[in-house]
């Protein structure tokens, strides 16, 4: 029986103090629903609520860590270009 390997996904949350936050996760609603409930990343605690403001598909998890890297060393303004560019 073959294995299914996990799809991993980075995903970027915009706080209520209008801040952003990116991380990669397996399960993006399901994260979110965590980071809501206060036992997301310590950042995303004191800063509630968050709403899923982008999100990608990666091919592994070594992939959606150097993605989020990339993201989170983007400057602000090119961030919420790749946000306003998404669906959400």
């Known amino acids: ?4 390997t996990k799809k991993w996904y980075v995903y970027v949350l915009r706080c209520g103090d209008g801040s952003l936050y990116t991380g990669v996760t397996t399960d993006v609603t399901s994260r979110v629903r965590v980071h809501n409930a206060g036992k997301g990343a310590k950042y995303t605690r004191s800063h509630l609520p968050v709403e899923l403001a982008y999100s990608e598909a990666a091919e ?11 993201i989170k060393k983007l400057p602000r303004k090119e961030k919420r270009e790749l946000i306003f560019q998404s669906p959400f």
Do not use: I
């Open 1 to 4: 029986m073959p294995t299914q």
């Open 60 to 70: 592994d998890r070594s992939t959606a860590l150097q993605r989020e890297a990339e």
